[in-house]
């Protein structure tokens, strides 16, 4: 296999890659996915608001992109749903493996991630977008990536970023970030206590006190609010400080998955934090809908 190394450090990924192609080595033969430049490639440098892939170590992307992106406007609004994943670190390697994609390393030839480090991040990312309840994408399907042609990897490949990953339920993070990220993912908002958790099969059910007070309801009737029974998906086993505290209030988001009202963040009721503040704002501000996805 031909490899291109796309260290986290700067244009290494550049000198690496021209290093290992030579001119007879450099036809493109992949032939699955047919890659078509509409006014011909561009290379533009890596806008410091594309948060995605700003900081992915390498300055110069190619455009349009890998997933068919012809302008850098949509580049940056199918990008930011992404972001939060990155935050979640569920894989060293999720950034280089999206950026290859959304802003892909500036060669002269378009050159795709390989496929196992797409199986690799997506094994390691994709239970993490499931408890939020997004599959993940089609345009993400791994078999489409090159198994022996020239394609993008990392040292990191095999090695999931699980040093630093704790068996936190993902949507019970406890930092800010967090929160605004899973504000992000959520359709409707509520404040109440957690009266009982149970579980079931895989998932947790989480049972609410009466006593709910809408921040936002979104889709959510009313009615529903009032019967509101929510869960945590795959979340039997992990670690979910907040559902052990029944006696707090806390800032409860979730979003309708199929028939069920999955939980996507929970945080402490706390008026007295700045921070918190800004998050409800945003909230009921809220032009963030659909992450992960779109
Ligand atoms: C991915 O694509 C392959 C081939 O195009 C297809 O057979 C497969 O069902 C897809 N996988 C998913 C999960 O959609
Ligand atoms: C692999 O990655 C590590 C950490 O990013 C780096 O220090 C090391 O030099 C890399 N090794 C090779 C062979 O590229």
Redesign the pocket.
Known sequence: MRTI?A??LLWLALLCAASSLRASEYEYSWKDIVYTYGKGPQCVPIPEDLQLCYSVGYSQMILPNLLGHDTLQEVKQQASSWVPLVHKHCHADTQVFLCSLFAPVCLARPVYPCRKMCESVRDSCAPIMEAFGFPWPEMLNCSKFPVDELCIAT??TDKPESSDYTPLCPVCDRGMTHILDQICVSEFAIKTRIKEVQKEGRDRKVMLEKRRRQVRLGNLKKEKMKKLVLYLKNGVDCLCQPLEHLDTSYLIVGRKVEKRYLLTGIHKWDKSSKEFKKALKKLESKNCHDTFLK
């Open positions: 190394c260290p986290k040292n990191m």
